[in-house]
């Protein structure tokens, strides 16, 4: 065979997109939608072999694992006026903000609650590390379950009155931080724009990781813009605590556009991808 169609050959491969590789993927932040079964076929032809997932605990019931994919079961709580944010629904039957704390200790028993998220802090108005959350943090951290926060900024339309920009802060869980320390934290959207503020979290806690949700979504943020937080992030010496997250994102334009950041190496990527989140969510 001639050398420049061998060349020709190389490059095709090289073109694959990153679902054509079939990439393994832990897919650590979604909601629900209308359709369930449609959002989980196209993770699962994405490549997702687990999701975890937190919406209203009776659209959440509809989501259960199969032998293509196992579903992680989230607790959202700290629901403004008793509601889903954007969604509308209530959070629970009762249509209260938040959850009674014995019950929840029976449905993580149970094995019906694997971490607790996501935690709305921002949209209640408040501080994650507000005691309100505190009896939740303490079962959390007496089950070895994580707790996702929900950090940065928020589209149109959540519906949520007391929402702030400034209570986005990753900063702001220093004190939660410190009052429970083997608890397991993740900063859900990297905490942008609040990224440094991330960093010094992930840098000198050791249980606090970041999903790299909405930053990644080429339609919420500017590529160019997620490739300068990435190359911080990596520069920073973070690579072991980034995690995948579509936060009911496109998941294919989500792939190709960590697949664009060539500064990445295949094993960074495949942290990203999956293996962080399996060391975060392991017991």
Same mark, same amino acid.
């Given at each position: 065979?001639?050398?420049?169609?061998?060349?020709?050959?190389?490059?095709?491969?090289?073109?694959?997109?990153?679902?054509?590789? #079939?990439?393994?993927?832990?897919?650590?932040?979604?909601?629900? !939608?209308?359709?369930?079964?449609?959002?989980?076929?196209?993770?699962? !032809?994405?490549?997702?072999?687990?999701?975890?997932?937190?919406?209203?605990?009776?659209?959440?019931?509809?989501?259960?694992?199969?032998?293509?994919?196992?579903?992680?079961?989230?607790?959202?709580?700290?629901?403004?006026?008793?509601?889903?944010?954007?969604?509308?629904?209530?959070?629970?039957?009762?249509?209260?903000?938040?959850?009674?704390?014995?019950?929840?200790?029976?449905?993580?028993?149970?094995?019906?609650? !694997?971490?607790?998220?996501?935690?709305? /802090?921002?949209?209640? $108005?408040?501080?994650?590390? !507000?005691?309100?959350?505190?009896?939740?943090?303490?079962?959390?951290?007496?089950? #070895?379950?994580?707790?996702?926060?929900?950090? $940065?900024?928020? $589209?149109?339309?959540?519906?949520?009155?007391?929402?702030?920009?400034?209570?986005?802060?990753?900063?702001?869980?220093?004190?939660?931080?410190?009052?429970?320390?083997?608890?397991?934290?993740?900063?859900?959207?990297?905490?942008?724009?609040?990224?440094?503020?991330?960093?010094?979290?992930?840098?000198?806690?050791?249980?606090?990781?970041?999903?790299?949700?909405?930053? /990644?979504?080429?339609?919420?943020?500017?590529?160019?813009?997620?490739? +300068?937080?990435?190359? +911080?992030?990596?520069?920073?010496?973070?690579?072991?605590?980034?995690?995948?997250?579509?936060?009911?994102?496109?998941?294919?334009?989500?792939?190709?556009?960590?697949?664009?950041?060539?500064?990445?190496?295949?094993?960074? #990527?495949?942290?990203?991808?999956?293996?962080?989140?399996?060391?975060?969510?392991?017991?």
């Amino acid at each position: 065979m001639k050398p420049t169609a061998l060349l020709l050959i190389y490059l095709s491969f090289c073109s694959l997109s990153a679902q054509e590789k #079939k990439v393994k993927i832990f897919d650590v932040h979604l909601h629900g !939608d209308p359709k369930p079964t449609e959002q989980i076929q196209k993770l699962k !032809d994405g490549g997702v072999y687990k999701v975890a997932i937190s919406t209203s605990w009776n659209s959440q019931e509809t989501y259960q694992s199969d032998k293509e994919i196992q579903v992680l079961q989230g607790l959202m709580l700290g629901c403004p006026n008793g509601k889903v944010p954007y969604s509308g629904q209530f959070c629970f039957d009762n249509q209260k903000d938040f959850p009674d704390v014995e019950w929840v200790e029976k449905q993580i028993q149970s094995k019906k609650i !694997d971490y607790i998220g996501e935690v709305l /802090s921002q949209y209640y $108005g408040i501080s994650p590390s !507000d005691s309100l959350f505190y009896p939740y943090y303490k079962l959390a951290e007496k089950h #070895k379950i994580p707790v996702g926060i929900h950090t $940065g900024l928020a $589209g149109a339309g959540h519906g949520s009155p007391n929402f702030k920009v400034s209570l986005g802060n990753p900063i702001l869980m220093e004190d939660l931080l410190i009052e429970f320390p083997n608890l397991k934290v993740w900063i859900m959207h990297a905490g942008a724009p609040f990224l440094e503020d991330a960093i010094a979290l992930m840098t000198y806690y050791p249980n606090v990781y970041a999903d790299i949700s909405v930053i /990644s979504n080429p339609y919420i943020f500017n590529p160019s813009e997620f490739r +300068r937080i990435m190359n +911080r992030l990596i520069d920073g010496g973070l690579e072991d605590k980034l995690m995948f997250g579509t936060d009911n994102g496109p998941i294919d334009k989500i792939i190709e556009n960590i697949e664009s950041l060539e500064f990445l190496t295949q094993e960074q #990527k495949e942290k990203i991808y999956f293996t962080n989140a399996e060391t975060f969510f392991s017991n």
